[in-house]
């Protein structure tokens, strides 16, 4: 075992040639490696020489250093060398300081609220971003409000049960949490906070494949009987692939749900502006269109852009897991789907963060239930839906249209961002409450008892989008006034 | 009889298991009572050892306190004990001494924009809210500008009569006053202001359950010759519910108004806000989401949400009064109201406070005309509506439907808040005068000239909602200007 | 003849049983005649004992006050005895000489801009003011925005002919001046403006009923060959009426337009409020509704609500001149009036001012056209429109719809208040340069090239209204940004 | 050759009658000459006795001097004599000195941010201006989001494949920079920027008439194998246009493209309010509607509104250039042209810069397929389409439909204005990195797999305009709040 590195000789190492750093108290020598890292080599060659722990972590599971060649290991730093470093009294501290108390939190917009103020601005807009001009992200929330109820009255309500079953697993509630990335840029133990929530709720987990967190970490962290799945992104190396759906299978994930829409991760400008800024100081001539995409680009170079439809058969080869296809956005493919024999799919379009101008995912679904049903399909499979969830009246509207489940994701992030493990179980009453109240409003006792016809979907395909503005009359229009605003001086 | 009690012999017994407090100087030991309050432990606990006076005043009618158990009654205070309160100078009363003369209202939205300044944010949080993120309760004003007039010219209209009849009474105005709860949050006579006025003007009062002042109240309150109706919320104890409808029946209330769309209050967030800001020094722990849950959740805890169909049998078999059933948003049970033989139906969604994305009243009942005039049972009972009217043409609108009468709710609190009485009366007179104006216009002398032609239903039901926006065109677009706005000088 | 009296002693005189007032010079005891006065006690008990000739001078005619009886008339005012008032520094005085030069103005928009800004407040409340909620007077101009436009090229278009007849006469422009009220609110001179621009335009001008010039004065100021109609409310008094159309067919009104719209003026809140504003100091007690009314109700008093279709065999007796009806709103009325015989219609919802949510005089247009040709009945009559004309593209529209020529209100007024008969003819000159380029622009040389083809009529009558909106999801969301908007310190 | 002429003598000649100006060093009499300038007189008359090369050089090629008469050129102004001007001290430099590094451009919305601060206000008023309200300008670019994606998934794209072939020639993108006029308003070295950054990429530049570089200096900058093309506006003199296209064709042009859409050049209010407020200082008396009207007018008067379908058959006979129509909005004249006999059309609106409320371009394209379609002519000719594109999905949205290329226009000015050529090359990039993410994730490795049934046109043609606002409920509306925004002080 070599003896122990001081941070003076480790901050030697620091150029494009001879690059070290450290993480988690260890040092490691990345000249070779960073031609080869899938985030490209500006974020290593920023840590050079220096302590690389605060930036890698929320990037990386943290058994990921592990799978570096043993030779680049040189050794355990010596800790007592270590610059003793300030805590920066970032505007997040002192917000999480001031935020209100947890009781405060009324629906999931407000969670989002205060995580706004509390993440780091980097984390905020990893996070909230979209593609392009964010359409399709504001689009996801906004369709819920094209679609109307017609409730029914006059019947016994008096005990609700939103129990249902997602591919034969019981839950309490027609929600589960789906896939997210880089937990640890909202809460420093990342993923695992809502593997713990999800315990205590009964909810099903679905496990990232670009999670903080490892699978094992996240396996690790659940509670007898509970359920988790395991989302895929397909690796162009498929023996990494099979690795890891393996790996999720034995630790016990009842479903495989494969990413089918992201050949490559959306332009989220965002992030991109974001990480810019970051690195500006150091810009000294024009860029070229490739640098700088945000974290969005620097984790996903891996995923395989060719993944097509006679691939399956080699998934269902390798697992027993039932498989999923996670980003199906038309009628078309829904029933290839079933066709495949697949037993489910997501009609998703990856929290509005891919094609911009693509349908939200809740009027997607109308085509898929259209579709699957024209085709006799519909009960072939489980269908699923995710994007813009944030009431219980969302997430009945999916039901009654035809969805098994609806799938939440930035929600979880914000509550636990901002508030923990308590954030979010506090969300999932929040949104059994809601869900609840709709459900005896609606006069239905049971998911069962939810129908088509209780939802009116006539305008849910509407786009009149946002027509141009007459500047020239409203600039000599004086809109109507009351009295009292100013008080009685106005008069 | 007990001799006196002083206010420092109160204020010892100030903890849950010993909890005294003073209503109307009588002093009552609620430690027993607590756990059955409908309105919860806590808002009473806030009282304990205190006069409770004006806490209980606005939410329980005089005479609810005679229901207590006669032990828990320990006798009158001794005035002279009692702390000589200054009358907190609180924003509100210098609006009021501040506010516009009477004279100066043209419409009902005058009134409401005194009334927001000069209630009590509380009081102002219980009335204005609506559930959720309150899109129906917008939607009930915005409705109306989806229907168009189609006027016709050149009718004799000399003589406008604005007269029908509701339930077989005569009403000068196809207006009724609908039941609305707490109304001394607004006014310290409470509902019995309304009676008064509607004795004035001759319209009919529905009498409300959840009235500061009692039924009793109210009934004494009218004049010769005035109709009161009385609204019902049904209790999960049918004795106690019997007991409500003989009484109001013995006190002459001429219509039943059943209300089928709240087996439980929804969910009103500016009123649950507010609730939790008052209580915030006390909480000490993260709250679990049933509590501070607003006024309107404290008053209701006693509605019976098994109440179904097969009900309506009973009510008809206890009372002679007609039955009406308030709250249905469907053509199907417009149709099954009609097959159970009630007298009359209100189409309402509960003034958009119960199920978020639940439909306007006006657009439920283009729908509801249309099934009952299918089923050939548009004559088999009488069809009002409620829910955001404010102008005389929204009520004509609703009367072009089919309507035989609107219900106003929020309005006449409004009026009565400001300027008490005589604002309720003026509101009269201009719902009048634009009722007038409009059917003069519209060429309709008489309630029957109102024809449905006369209104373009065409996109009643468009909900195109309110599409992404697209920000980065706007943030170099400059709209176009006019000269002068700044005078020359801008030239 | 009287001697002079002196102003003391017409001070005196000063109360509602003794009442005497100045006017042009001369002194009247108005005491018996208060009861009468069309616009009510107060506006003549506000002038008691004093000059009253500049409250008097924009709403009537000079010569009305000839029509008084002779006993009312004192004698005349010994001027010498009046008091010297300086000339109030109105912000209007200051605002005209900073005004920008009339080369500066580019369109209508332009001269109402301007207009806002130099006319006395209570002006442009009664110019600019409409019923209600303003949503007609609104809709009048966002109507045309549904209306697109299908041009042609290739098409020879070197010559542009805007000329065509209107009731016989020939007219260079498809535009003419509509009858509005009270001009001398916006020029000392009045109506007279509008004729002499007409009469160097060659354009044809409506004579109100209500205007601040008599009819002999407007035909007194036209010149050789120059042609004026007239523009008829009915008064009760039909023998008042039928003096009145003698008159004006005596001085050579080619047309006589009856206005079929306005049984009672319509509430105009802005008007009724800047009245009520002026009056507020002496309002000691609650008013009742029928008080302060704004201009309109108090110059309308006299209008005849019983006018009918049966009336108008009379008006044909009585006079040579083409009816023309003015003010219909749909098809059957348009059908109607074709069979009575009229020479023509004007589609109008006066100005917005009458009945709110009534539709745009454009939308109704295209009613009114289906159902005249339906009818086989359009080539019987002339249709004209009006209401929120401001632009050449939306005469062309009403054009290419069917009709043959279309009424300006409004912009001549603010075009006369803030710059004279030079404002009225340099926008006439604007009005048709705007219409050459988009005749030239759409392929349609002359009138009669223009098609129903060329404008798209898919979504005239959408009425989508305003969705409710929904503030949580927005208070989060952060719109994208642009770089360099506060320079490169926001990088 | 004429001696050298002092400055002093020519500030002599500064009247209309006798004129000299300097353009280039050369002093040149245009008494004779200001009446036949198509750009009116004064535009000179401000230069009379001084040196008017600044103003000649953005607004006309350096040759174009050369055509005047050999007898109006007096000599060679002494360059010792002219005085020293400080360059003046803008607001454009600063701002151009603070700009973000190109780098931060992330789409061209960024360049057009940059080029709003960098330019100098005529110049961005003359670029972004439209015509009247500027609702087609506005609605060119509102339009993309009226038409929502259908994207397939599980499709093999890692290769994508943009390229296509324009007229026969290949291009790498589905791209041209079509024809814009005044480039040096925007960059001193003009459209040679843009033929240099399109051969550097490989981009269809399509030359203008009106560009402040001649054909010649365009034809020069271009390298081996570079194809460009040429816009014609046609004169009312034939012999100057066919010169015109005849030493187009000369210099290489592979396609002529005449403007069909602009008899005369539309109303652009914001460049005709700017030119005002340059010369406002001189203006003494109202204007006629004549003067002022801007960059727009005063560079086109010499176009002819003649021209008709009659006249391509000359065309044809004079050039063997493919014949490209430009300004088709009409399926109507899309099916003339093809019966004509071109080689394709490019359906535009201008730029919004021409009839108001016509529809946008990508609208138009709808219609005009579905005629050709309907007529079997859709593959007798290419058609083209611009107006408003901004985003790679605008492109797919395009292709989709049938157009086989998109032109862009503004976007290149300023990119071009803000850096240069490198700003053009990155605008290229950028728009190919955005189309190629579209194609992968819709699931169309090339231009061939793009299908129309991948974009949803249903409201394409949805024209709902902004609803008429009602003022008076949202004055007492309250939106409801998140917390934590203002921090927990607001609890």
């Not at 029914?152 to 591919?167: A, C, E, P, Q, S």
Request: some cysteine; hydrophobic content about 40%; aromatic content about 6%.
């Amino acid at each position: 075992m070599p003896s122990l590195i001081s941070y003076q000789e480790v901050a030697k190492h620091n150029s494009r040639e001879d690059c070290w750093v450290i993480i988690h108290g260890n040092v490691y020598d990345l000249s070779q490696f960073l031609a080869q890292h899938p985030g490209g080599v500006r974020p290593i060659l920023k840590q050079a020489g220096k302590d690389a722990t605060k930036a890698f972590e929320p990037i990386h599971p943290r058994n990921m250093v592990d799978q570096l060649p043993a030779h680049l290991h040189k050794g355990a730093i010596d800790p007592t060398t270590l610059p003793v470093l300030a805590e920066s009294s970032t505007s997040t501290s002192s917000a999480l300081s001031a935020k209100p108390p947890l009781s405060a939190m009324f629906n999931s917009f407000d969670f989002e609220s205060v995580a706004r103020q509390t993440l780091h601005p980097e984390a905020w807009a990893y996070y909230s971003s979209g593609a392009d001009d964010e359409l399709t992200l504001q689009e996801n929330h906004a369709a819920f409000h094209r679609i109307w109820l017609r409730p029914r009255v006059l019947v016994n309500v008096k005990n609700i049960d939103m129990g249902t079953t997602f591919l034969g697993t019981k839950t309490p509630l027609p929600v589960y949490i789906t896939a997210t990335a880089l937990g640890k840029l909202g809460h420093p133990e990342g993923e695992v906070v809502l593997t713990r929530a999800a315990g205590r709720k009964g909810l099903i987990q679905m496990m990232p494949t670009l999670g903080s967190c490892s699978v094992d970490e996240m396996a690790d962290a659940k509670v007898e009987g509970q359920t988790q799945w395991f989302q895929l992104y397909v690796n162009g190396d498929r023996s990494v692939t099979e690795k890891l759906i393996r790996r999720a299978e034995s630790r016990g994930a009842a479903g495989l749900f494969i990413t089918v829409d992201a050949p490559q991760l959306g332009r989220r400008e965002k992030d991109m502006r974001t990480k810019f800024v970051d690195d500006a100081p150091s810009v000294q001539s024009p860029d070229s269109v490739q640098r700088s995409q945000g974290a969005a680009r620097a984790i996903s170079t891996f995923i395989d852009p060719s993944l097509a439809w006679s691939d399956i058969a080699w998934f269902k080869s390798i697992t027993r897991m039932p498989i999923v296809l996670k980003g199906i956005q038309s009628g078309d493919d829904a029933v290839l789907a079933a066709r495949a024999g697949v037993a489910g799919i997501v009609v998703s379009n990856h929290g509005g963060r891919q094609l911009d101008t693509a349908r939200s995912g809740i009027e997607a679904l109308a085509e898929v239930m259209n579709a699957l049903r024209a085709a006799g399909l519909d009960r072939a499979l489980e269908v699923y839906v995710d994007g813009g969830f944030r009431r219980g009246s969302d997430i009945f509207k999916a039901l009654a249209m035809g969805a098994r489940g609806v799938g939440l994701g930035r929600p979880w992030l914000y509550a636990m961002s901002s508030y923990g493990q308590d954030g979010v179980e506090r969300l999932v009453d929040l949104l059994a409450d809601e869900l609840a109240v709709v459900m005896r409003l609606m006069g239905t006792p049971t998911i069962a008892d939810i129908r088509p016809e209780m939802v009116i979907l006539k305008d849910l395909a509407s786009h009149a989008g946002q027509p141009p503005r007459d500047a020239l009359s409203k600039r000599t229009y004086e809109p109507l006034d009351v009295p009292g605003r100013g008080g009685a001086s106005k008069l």
